[in-house]
Structure formats: C-alpha cells, structure tokens
C-alpha cells in the first residue's frame, strides 16, 4: 500500500514537500512515479526515478521547480514543489511501476501496478 502526505494551502511562490510511504513492502522493485489531476482531466504525469535512482523524469510544467527523490532504505519517495503557481493545484498521487530493469522510467499511467489515494495541493494566487 502507498500513502501520500504532505499536501495542503499554499500560496504562490511557495513550497511543499510531498512524501510517499510504502507499508509492508520496499519500493526496491519500482519506479516510482508522481501523477496530478484535476477534476474533469487527465491525470497526467509529474515525475518519475528509476529503481536505481539514475534516471529521472520532469514533465515540461515542472521541470526547473520540481525534485523527485527516494530514499537510500526504498521505503519512501518525495516530491519538493518550489515556486509554485495556481496551475499546480491538483490531487497529487505517487505510483509504483514494477521494473526488471534499473534505469528504467515510465511515463504512462498504464504502466503503474500500484496506486496511493492521493494528497491534495492548492495553490493561492
């Protein structure tokens, strides 16, 4: 199971840390990746590391403000949000990709095996 926290209020400009924990298993077999929606949208993807660590995926909207990072035990992954904008106020959910091979980062939602619930961030202007 993943669960997220660490969302909330913010204001533009400012910052959150996002944090995803697995319970009862490592996420030493995933990539893992971070997703947003909005109500009425695609969920879309945010970022994404490899099992290793070594590849890392931004989506253009994030890329430059957002750091994906997990780590060193595989039991959690982030995700620090700097300067963000009212667009970024979403239902932001981490996933688990199970992977064979290390530097591999999927983009696509389908390729997900497991799912948190989400935690929301909004972002005053």
């Known amino acids: 199971r993943l669960t997220e926290s660490g969302g909330g209020l913010v204001q533009a400009g400012g910052s959150l840390r996002l944090s995803c924990v697995a319970s009862?298993?490592?996420?030493?077999?995933?990539?893992m990746g971070w997703f947003r929606q909005i109500p009425g949208n695609e969920r879309q993807i945010v970022a994404v590391i490899s099992r290793s660590g070594t590849s890392i995926f931004y989506s253009t909207p994030v890329k430059g403000r957002f750091t994906i990072s997990r780590d060193n035990a595989d039991t959690s992954v982030g995700l620090q949000m700097n300067h963000l904008r009212p667009e970024d106020a979403a239902l932001y959910t981490c996933a688990c990709s199970e992977q064979t091979i290390a530097t591999e980062y999927p983009k696509d939602d389908w390729e997900y095996d497991y799912w948190g619930r989400g935690t929301q961030v909004t972002v005053s202007s």
């Open positions: 009862g298993r490592t996420l030493s077999r995933c990539a």
